[in-house]
């Protein structure tokens, strides 16, 4: 990617500016897009797309980036720490301009047989995860998990701590954050926006839809021209779904 900074001088703000730069010119760039079964995208889409493909959908359709790699290596069940485990396959080997991470939901998790982790923790991956993607020359994009329905999932009723957890990362490291849960929680009006999820804490194809929405809006991917169709429907599903949930 063009006008790679060092990992010191690295920041938000830089970061944005050389997504720009880099969609507005010639040279191909490889987005990756990681995180746990939300990304992953099976099943609660229902045959629905997922929120990495609409981005690819965005970037190799619409924005005609036909050379891009827009590739989804997200593992269901996922914590940060087998991510991090993982490196190689998951993240270095292919050599990444972007790297975008959603995971927390089950690092949330005090239930099951897995060993309880604190938002501590959980900051401490994040942070070994931002200077690895930095380390690679890469822009690293932190995400929130998505707001979900507690109450049906009193396992993960951390997930607030561990997306304020996020935030905090993404504020000490000068991270780009794409605040997720805020947005969920924003469209359900404080509660839980039942149009948008199939389970309590899997969005479905129109979670998916609000998903790709706010990650395209804060990477400043807006295609223009007879060939953006994507928003229009995108907005047309969430509001549908808001109206219908």
Avoid: C, K
């Avoid at 949330?108 to 900051?123: F, L, N, Q």
Wanted: cysteine-free; glycine content about 10%; overall charge negative.
């Amino acid at each position: 990617m063009p006008n790679a900074e060092s990992p010191a001088s690295a920041s938000a703000a830089s970061d944005l500016h050389r997504i720009a730069a880099a969609l507005a010119g010639p040279a191909p760039l490889n987005w990756v897009i990681t995180g746990d079964s939300i990304t992953h995208g099976l099943v609660h889409t229902q045959g629905g797309r997922s929120y990495p493909e609409h981005l690819h959908e965005l970037i190799r359709g619409e924005l005609e980036r036909v050379r891009d790699v827009v590739l989804n290596t997200a593992i269901s069940g996922n914590r940060i720490v087998d991510l991090l485990g993982d490196w190689d396959r998951r993240v270095a080997s292919w050599r990444p301009d972007v790297v975008t991470l959603m995971i927390g939901t089950n690092d949330a998790s005090d239930g099951g047989p897995r060993e309880v982790i604190t938002a501590d923790d959980y900051a401490a991956s994040l942070r070994d995860f931002v200077a690895r993607v930095r380390e690679l020359g890469a822009v690293p994009v932190l995400q929130t998990p998505p707001a979900i329905d507690i109450r049906n999932a009193p396992e993960r009723a951390r997930i607030g701590e561990f997306a304020e957890a996020v935030r905090q990362v993404a504020a000490g490291e000068d991270v780009i954050l794409i605040d997720q849960y805020a947005r969920f929680a924003e469209l359900g009006a404080g509660a839980v926006p039942w149009g948008l999820m199939n389970d309590p804490f899997h969005p479905n194809t129109e979670g998916h839809a609000a998903l790709a929405l706010e990650l395209a809006h804060g990477l400043g991917i807006r295609p223009e021209g007879p060939r953006a169709r994507t928003f229009a429907l995108l907005e047309g599903l969430v509001a549908t779904a808001r109206l219908n949930g």
